[in-house]
Structure formats: C-alpha cells, structure tokens
C-alpha cells in the first residue's frame, strides 16, 4: 500500500529557514509530479511548488525566490526548502503525489492523488 509521510514541521522565527521532506512507501516503480499544498487556518489548500518526475519546478508567485523543491526519484522522496519565511507561510503543509505506479498483488497499479497527512509550519516570534 503507498503512502506518503511528512517530515520536517515545526516553529521558526520570521526570516529563518526550514526544511520539509517526504517519503513516498510501497512497491513503487514510477511516480509523476510530487508537490507540497499548504493549507492556512481558514483558507482553503494552495499549491506552493511542484516538481515533474523529469525535474521541471513551478512555484506559487508568493514563495517564488524563497522555497525550493526538490525529489531523490531513487529514494521516492520530494523535499521542500524554506527561506525567509514569513509569517503568512504558517500552515499545514502536504505532500501530494498526482500518479504513481506499485504492484500489487503481482500487477501493475496506477493510483492517482495521493497525500501525505500533513505537518506544520508555524512562523512565529
């Protein structure tokens, strides 16, 4: 069964820099575009950054020149490097994976839209 964890949550003062990571688990043999969403208290979910399985990036305009997205395709890992954060970064911030091909049960499965549960960021004094 594929899942995806988070890692790398937690508090840090405005202007400090903080890293997300995660891992994508199960028999994977392929996964498309793996992206972090964040998720404000009262506002709905946004994409910051998205990354294709070929290294292509797209940023939301708001954290452009300040996160930076990467994946490992060996390791099935994405991770997201924060800089200057502000405090309107706070949220929940997600792993999401669009496709991604295991086997089960001895075939090829392609599942779609998978997530991670989530870890927070809190950009504080």
């Known amino acids: 069964q594929v899942q995806l964890v988070e890692s790398g949550g937690g508090l840090v003062q405005p202007g400090g820099s903080l890293g997300l990571s995660c891992a994508a688990s199960?028999?994977?043999?392929?996964?498309?575009?793996m992206g972090w969403y964040r998720q404000a208290p009262g506002k709905q979910r946004e994409l910051v950054a998205v990354i294709t399985s070929l290294g292509r990036t797209n940023y939301a305009d708001s954290v452009k020149g300040r996160f930076t997205i990467s994946r490992d395709n060996a390791k099935n890992t994405v991770s997201l490097q924060m800089s200057s954060l502000k405090p309107e970064d706070t949220a929940v911030y997600y792993c999401?994976?669009?496709?991604?091909?295991?086997?089960?049960?001895?075939?090829?499965?392609?599942?779609?839209?998978?997530w991670g549960k989530g870890t927070l960021v809190t950009v504080s004094s």
């Open positions: 999401n994976a669009d496709r991604i091909g295991s086997w089960y049960k001895g075939e090829r499965y392609y599942g779609t839209d998978y």
């Open positions: 199960g028999s994977i043999f392929s996964i498309n575009a």
